[in-house]
């Protein structure tokens, strides 16, 4: 595998808002949550075992970016071979949401590989977009959760199929 290219997945996926079990989107919150995050922690050690070195990007949205991240630290911890990135929108990305959900953003970030700040600054507009597209330009397989409906997920698989990147 010496000459094998890194592969390198990124995940989209909806808030709480659109995800069956609302804001109990943590394992310990929701038979929802524990089973999805399951498949994701087991899907990690499989992709693991058949190419080595994976590295995963989490934009660190409440959700299922936030799942996909402590299912990669738990794979990482029962043997697979992750490098976790945080790639984080902005510098006060947290800065609103309820106690809870910062703890669980810091305790992933204090964890993370590395954590990249895509916008060096606050809170613009535009610096969603902006993250999603940053993890699209650096990985070659994208994972998405999406309803098929119009939102910020959405925007970044046609961008990804614009780009020719698996989703």
Not at 1 to 7: A, D, L, R, T, Y
Not at 25 to 34: D, G, H, N, R, T
Not at 76 to 89: F, H, I, R, W, Y
Not at 93 to 108: F, G, H, L
Request: proline letters at 2%.
């Amino acid at each position: 595998m010496e000459n094998q290219k890194i592969v390198t997945i990124a995940i989209t996926g909806h808030r709480p808002g659109k995800l069956p079990c609302g804001y109990a989107y943590l394992p310990e919150q929701s038979v929802w949550a524990k089973r999805f995050y399951g498949r994701m922690v087991n899907g990690l050690m499989k992709f693991s075992a058949k190419y080595g070195h994976i590295r995963v990007l989490s934009g660190m949205a409440l959700g299922v970016d936030q799942l996909f991240a402590l299912a990669a630290l738990e794979a990482n911890k029962q043997g697979a071979d992750l490098e976790l990135t945080s790639c984080v929108p902005c510098h006060n990305y947290s800065v609103k949401w309820r106690y809870e959900n910062k703890r669980t953003y810091d305790a992933i970030l204090k964890e993370a590989d590395s954590v990249e700040y895509v916008v060096d600054g606050e809170y613009t507009a535009d610096c969603l977009e902006l993250r999603n597209r940053y993890m699209v330009d650096r990985a070659n397989l994208l994972l998405a959760v999406w309803d098929g409906s119009r939102s910020g997920t959405a925007n970044c698989v046609r961008y990804a199929l614009r780009l020719s990147l698996s989703a």
